[in-house]
């Protein structure tokens, strides 16, 4: 079975390399919403794949880590990156280029690893990150699978290679979240006692 849940930010950035002109020289803007679907063959404690409302603890701060920030491949030009640095306090450097495509993996590769290091509490089985859906235009998305996360003809994308800035990581519930997604620290899901048996 597949769930799927919803987030939407406001994001800027630039794509080089890209084909459209305006998108390669241009700082520009986009209201994203990105699609987050989880998969499982089995029903939790309260008959679901894996609660909602659990998706608005560290999901929920990941991706809107991105709202309001402007986004740079780490490998652009050094004084673009310097500015945007200066200029804007919520900045995210990736690995690789900004584009709706390498959102989808970017955004599946830290997810991806959120599971896997959540301690399942109410009764969750394979709880599995299924797809990303990145949403750049109303009419225009791109849908990454495990395949394509983890795909090197697509770019390598590691965890210790995305860099929040700092303001970013304060508006997190736990401001060392990402330090713990890094270190391999666990995140334990509330026990629910159960009303029904």
């Known amino acids: 079975m597949l769930i799927r849940k919803l987030f939407k930010f406001e994001n800027a950035h630039i794509v080089r390399n890209c084909s459209s002109e305006r998108c390669r020289t241009s700082i520009h803007g986009h209201s994203y919403k990105i699609e987050v679907l989880l998969e499982a063959d089995a029903l939790d404690n309260g008959q679901m794949v894996y609660d909602f409302g659990l998706m608005k603890g560290t999901i929920r701060d990941v991706i809107d880590a991105f709202d309001h920030a402007i986004c740079f491949w780490d490998k652009d030009d050094a004084e673009y990156i310097r500015l945007c640095k200066i200029f804007s306090a919520r900045w995210i450097s990736m690995p690789v280029s900004p584009s709706a495509e390498q959102f989808a993996r970017l955004f599946f590769v ?21 797809s990303i859906i990145a949403h750049e235009t109303e009419t225009g998305y791109a849908q990454a699978f495990r395949h394509d996360a983890y795909n090197p003809r697509m770019g390598e994308i590691q965890l210790s290679q995305i860099e929040f800035s700092a303001q970013c990581q304060q508006e997190w519930i736990d401001p060392a979240m990402y330090q713990k997604l890094l270190a391999g620290v666990k995140f334990t899901n509330p026990v629910v006692p159960q009303q029904v048996q």
Not at 123 to 129: Q, S
Request: glycine share 4%.
């Open 110 to 130: 830290i997810i991806d690893q959120v599971l896997a290091q959540t301690v399942m509490a109410n009764g969750e089985h394979d709880v599995r990150l299924h």
